[in-house]
């Protein structure tokens, strides 16, 4: 996992040294699990929760990690404190399409920092899709009560943090807030309503080969239900577009999801939705660099292959990768290809912890229809035992 790690975040490293690292940790984690565990997961129809604070999402399942194979999040078991508040019974989060639609970005860069203003442009590219559905509420902070206000005063249900973050060897996380780092965990006693979901826009947020002091667990320590963090520093432009397409997801695609599926959705799902429809881009860019595809093979794969992804199929990649063999890419340079994208693309640096499985996103008529039932059960129930 180290020399994984510093694979990722070293200077003068190569998507073939990245490669290899990763193909080290997947083989080792393979000798850790045991085989009825592998057939356990690929058994599993609605996601898997991995408690642990090994990297297991990393494990290959038939060719993919397992966060690219199943729906996946994460309980860390350290520090033991949290562990026992995060893996008791939790109550339903029910939230309607609408209710995700209000989103407060906190941006903690100073103006002239260079990514200062990639979430901006990454913004403007969907906003025109998003301006009559989604409400977005921008707040700068430079110190700990600025967030902290910020924090408290929102009434809507997904934060974005947006700003850099530091985690040494030895030492808690810090997030840097303009030129002032904090220790997410000491704002325990401050925050007096944080939103269920957040989403760190920050290297680093949960380190891969760092101590359990991390900013997402932090985060979760604050009350956040669901907190989707990096293990590895973000190529910025690539972070900034990845939360703008989540955030367009959230204003077009949840709500025709549920009246196709006839079904309430999860938070864990429309995210790892997402991180399949990012690993889907990264592969299409890996093959269109390779010139193993030209412009219209792109985006005709890139929209069927996303319509696999979001319906439900089995295993999407396998439909995705015989699209690609049918419009003419060798078999053996798509495999090659395909590997080379999973162990460099961010995909693989996102982490999903706490339990966005109980985070229940419906239309409002099918939760009413929902809460009236419960109440003629409790009625029934009432009488029969009177």
């Not at 966060?67 to 078991?77: E, F, G, M, S, Y």
Request: proline share 4%; glycine share 6%.
């Amino acid at each position: 996992m180290r020399t994984f790690a510093q694979q990722y975040r070293a200077a003068g490293t190569t998507p073939r040294k990245r490669l290899l690292a990763f193909r080290q940790v997947q083989e080792r984690m393979k000798t850790a699990v045991p085989a009825e565990f592998i057939d356990f997961i690929r058994g599993a129809k609605v996601g898997v929760r991995v408690i642990a604070d090994a990297h297991v999402e990393w494990l290959n399942i038939d060719g993919v990690p397992l966060c690219i194979r199943k729906d996946t999040a994460r309980l860390p078991v350290t520090p033991g404190n949290l562990f026992i508040d995060e893996i008791g019974m939790k109550s339903p989060i029910l939230l309607t399409p609408k209710g995700l639609q209000h989103v407060l970005v906190i941006s903690a860069l100073k103006r002239d920092d260079p990514i200062a203003g990639m979430l901006d442009i990454a913004f403007d590219a969907f906003s025109e899709h998003w301006k009559e559905t989604l409400k977005v509420d921008y707040v700068d902070v430079s110190n700990a009560d600025e967030l902290v206000a910020a924090i408290n005063s929102f009434e809507g249900q997904v934060l974005v943090f947006d700003g850099h973050g530091t985690h040494r060897d030895k030492e808690a996380a810090a997030l840097y807030l303009q030129d002032e780092p904090i220790d997410v965990w000491t704002l325990r006693d401050r925050i007096t309503r944080m939103p269920p979901i957040v989403l760190l826009s920050a290297c680093d947020r949960h380190a891969a080969d760092r101590n359990h002091a991390t900013a997402a667990n932090g985060f979760l320590a604050l009350g956040a239900r669901a907190v989707l963090a990096s293990v590895f520093p973000l190529f910025a432009p690539t972070a900034a577009s990845f939360i703008a397409r989540l955030l367009y997801r959230l204003s077009v695609f949840v709500e025709i999801a549920i009246n196709i599926r006839q079904r309430a959705m999860t938070w864990l799902e429309i995210v790892s939705g997402m991180i399949r429809m990012q690993l889907l881009s990264d592969f299409n860019h890996a093959l269109e660099g390779a010139k193993l595809i030209n412009s219209e093979v792109y985006l005709d794969i890139g929209s069927r292959g996303n319509a696999a992804i979001n319906g439900e199929h089995e295993d999407p990649f396998a439909t995705i990768l015989q699209m690609y063999e049918e419009s003419g890419v060798p078999r053996g340079d798509l495999d090659r290809v395909f590997e080379l994208t999973i162990a460099n693309s961010s995909v693989i640096s996102y982490l999903h912890l706490g339990r966005p499985e109980t985070i229940l996103i419906d239309l409002p008529e099918r939760i009413e229809q929902q809460f009236k039932q419960m109440a003629e059960q409790d009625v029934m129930c009432a009488f029969q035992g009177w």
